[in-house]
């Protein structure tokens, strides 16, 4: 099975702070990676998939990169509506899903 | 627009089943297939399993094999999770999602919430 793992677990970050976020899959899945964001309450949200290519209506702050094993989720300025946990996702093994740990992030 | 709504929150017994239900709309229901992911309480996303709505073919998490199953009604563009003797850390919210075929499940309905408790 593929295992994914993302890091930071967590990151304290103030507004218009650029973030990234990691996420390492224990084997190559191509690009097939997706990007979630989800905040208490509701819903993940999908914001990019196939590793670098934006959803319809997300803001283009959000970026993707990364191919292979090796992915990296960028926030290029903070804003308050962002503070949320955020999920990678493969789905090379597709219909079979592997979902990171989820990286949250907090005001600093 | 694509749409998937969920049925209400249910409190179940340990032993008991539940059955989530997963109402589509706004795109051709058997030109996807649908996954289903639970979430704990504090917890991440863990994949349960999916469904394609063209034929009933089935691929469940392994650890769930033998308690859950997972099905539709064309008729009614509804996809149905059953999950049967249920335990304590079944407690979860439980999401549907559509699935095209090699792509990223989305969008996702609004969750269910099951509780596990005597």
Known sequence: ?108 | QVQLVQSGAEVKKPGASVKVSCKASGYTFTSYGISWVRQAPGQGLEWMGWISAYNGNTNYAQKLQGRVTMTTDTSTSTAYMELRSLRSDDTAVYYCARAGDYESPDPWGQGTLVTVSS
Not at chain 1, 11 to 16: F, Q, T
Not at chain 1, 61 to 78: A, E, H, R, V
């Open chain 1, 1 to 108: 099975d593929i295992q994914m793992t993302q890091s930071p677990s967590s990151l304290s970050a103030s507004v218009g702070d650029r973030v990234t976020i990691t996420c390492r899959a224990s084997q190559g899945i191509s690009n097939y990676l997706a990007w979630f964001q989800q905040k208490p309450g509701k819903a993940p949200k999908s914001l990019i998939y196939a590793a670098s290519s934006l959803q319809s209506g997300v803001p283009s702050k959000f970026s993707g990169s990364g191919s292979g094993t090796d992915f990296t989720l960028t926030i290029s300025s903070l804003q308050p509506e962002d503070f949320a946990t955020y999920y990678c996702q493969q789905y090379n093994s597709y219909p079979t899903l592997t979902f990171g740990g989820g990286t949250k992030v907090e005001i600093k």
